[in-house]
């Protein structure tokens, strides 16, 4: 069972990191936005994995917790940022 | 060991549509159809790791484990709340900023 | 009454999360949940209080066909991701349609679970008006009048 | 498309019901999860910064789902003001008592002096007020930083 969670685990990184390339390469600022909040998500899920690791859930459920929620605190407030920064800047143009 | 099945299932499946979403957002041909691979099949496989990690903690039945199991289904129903409402947003910031969409019409010979 | 729902529900909350029951954390667990009642009680519940019983117990015997859906809309988008010649598959379009639902909260709920299935993202509500991003035109088409508006009506409206 | 386009940037951004609805029904566990986190700092992960960022979190959260003064509504400047102060008070407070009660600074034995309860379960405590304060501190800089920075100072529009 150790092995299985270790093998999901290493999956999930490599996952992540096929999402970093949408952070890096996405054409505009909400695509890496996007790909930031897919790569949380699958976080949460890690973090879970390796409280099984080290046999310590209870702990690790906590954090995985805080980063959720801090997960969709920053995506909502990125989003919003960007909404509030673009709109100055259409009326600076108008 | 049914137990263990049962979480060994539902951890493969929603590796299963993480990698799904993940191809997803890699293939698709702009932001709109993106987040429907990001919003949809990430929140459907969060939910389905982490219900089978909670089935699997289930292993050794205490107060402290059943607990803890909650305490993962509510992470569960906060991925469950939280993960639309974030796609919404991101969505209409799009919109409003004004990201053009891709359409058939346009992209068609 | 809110109040004391309110302070209900987060002390069901606070012992499931301190899994402690001995004096100390419990009588902050109560300090904590008093807190919360006094300052958040807006929050969490408004409106009629029978509202509050039959909206839960709606809810819950709601999500389990919302579940079912949700894995059928998952395998619909799995078919487009994985399949070669993609870009033929869809036809993105924005699509607008109204909904009787009357409570803002079962508008929400409407909107979530859209956002969840097959092929749709819900990205507006104005008054009782859905702003839906469809992936597919057959996506589009099934909204208007769909099963899942009448589940919603009958889970936190009925009755009215 | 162009016209749905027109229509939607017209509307006031950031006022939409989803947002609304979903944020206030995670606010009161959000809060209730911060005070958890400072209250059990001695068994599980976190203590009292962790706990105030969730705390402070929550009122961010709802400065973002709905407006400013909604925010400020729900946890007036003054009572910010008042309870970092008082947060920073009693980190200083239990420390300088300590050192006054003839042991070192943060020294939490030394209490036992005041109240007998036994130096061991004073430690426990000692460290359980200190975070209370620090969390207290956290919590109310926090908030108080995203006003200012989003409002320009103003405290009446912004974000």
Not at chain 1, 9 to 20: D, E, K, N
Not at chain 2, 45 to 69: E, F, H, K, M, R
Not at chain 3, 91 to 117: C, G, H, M
Not at chain 4, 49 to 63: D, E, H, K, M, T
Request: with cysteine; proline share 3%.
């Amino acid at each position: 069972m150790e092995q299985f969670f270790l093998a999901i685990g290493i999956a999930l990184m490599l996952l992540m990191f096929l999402s970093l390339y949408r952070v890096l390469a996405g054409p505009t600022i909400l695509d890496r936005m996007l790909g930031g909040n897919v790569i949380g998500t699958k976080t949460t899920a890690l973090l879970l994995l390796i409280g099984l690791l080290y046999d310590n859930v209870g702990m690790f459920v906590d954090i995985a917790i805080a980063y959720a929620m801090l997960n969709f605190i920053a995506t909502l407030g990125s989003a919003k940022y960007f909404l509030h920064r673009k709109s100055i800047h259409l009326e600076d143009h108008q | 060991m049914i137990l263990n099945i049962v979480s060994i299932v539902l951890i493969c499946a929603g590796l299963f549509f993480f990698a799904v979403g993940t191809l997803g957002i890699l293939r698709f041909p702009d932001f709109y159809t993106r987040v429907q691979a990001a919003g949809k099949c990430d929140s459907l496989a969060a939910v389905l790791v982490l219900v089978g990690i909670a089935v699997y903690n289930l292993g050794d039945l205490s107060l402290a484990t059943v607990l803890v199991s909650i305490k993962i289904l509510f992470i569960a129903a906060f991925v469950f709340i939280s993960s639309p409402t974030a796609t919404h947003a991101i969505t209409d910031a799009a919109l409003l900023i004004g990201v053009k969409p891709w359409t058939k019409e346009k992209n068609t010979p | 009454m809110a109040k004391v729902v309110t302070f209900l529900v987060m002390f069901a909350f606070w012992v499931v999360m301190s899994g402690m029951f001995d004096a100390f954390h419990l009588s902050f667990g109560v300090v904590s949940c008093l807190l919360i009642a006094h300052f958040s009680h807006s929050l969490l519940l408004y409106g009629d209080p029978k509202s509050w019983g039959r909206g839960f117990f709606g809810i819950l015997f709601y999500l389990p066909w919302l579940f079912w859906e949700i894995l059928i809309s998952n395998l619909q988008v799995t078919y487009i991701v994985l399949h070669p010649r993609m870009l033929d598959l869809i036809d993105p379009q924005l699509v607008r349609f109204k909904t009787s639902l009357k409570r803002p909260i079962s508008k929400v709920t409407l909107a979530q679970s859209i956002t969840l299935t097959p092929g749709t993202v819900t990205v507006d509500i104005e008054e009782d008006e859905l702003l839906v991003y469809a992936l597919t035109a057959s996506g589009a088409q099934s909204l208007a009048g769909s099963a899942m508006e009448r589940r919603i009506a009958a889970a936190l409206e009925g009755g009215k | 498309m162009k016209q749905r386009l027109e229509r939607a940037t017209g509307q006031h951004p950031g006022d939409s019901p989803i947002i609304k609805t979903s944020v206030r029904l995670l606010v009161p566990f959000v809060q209730l999860f911060g005070l958890y986190v400072i209250v059990h700092g001695h068994y599980s992960p976190g203590g009292g910064f962790q706990g105030g960022v969730a705390l402070g979190a929550s009122f961010i959260l709802l400065a973002l789902a709905y407006d400013l003064k909604t925010s400020i509504r729900h946890f007036s400047e003054g009572a910010n003001a008042v309870l970092a102060n008082t947060g920073a008070l009693i980190y200083t407070g239990v420390a300088a008592l300590c050192a006054v009660m003839g042991g070192l600074f943060l020294d939490y034995s030394a209490l036992d002096k005041l109240i007998p309860l036994g130096p061991i379960e004073w430690r426990s405590f000692g460290i359980f007020l200190v975070e209370v304060g620090v969390g207290l501190a956290v919590m109310s800089i926090m908030v108080s930083l995203f006003w200012d920075i989003s409002s320009g100072g103003e405290m009446d529009e912004g974000l």
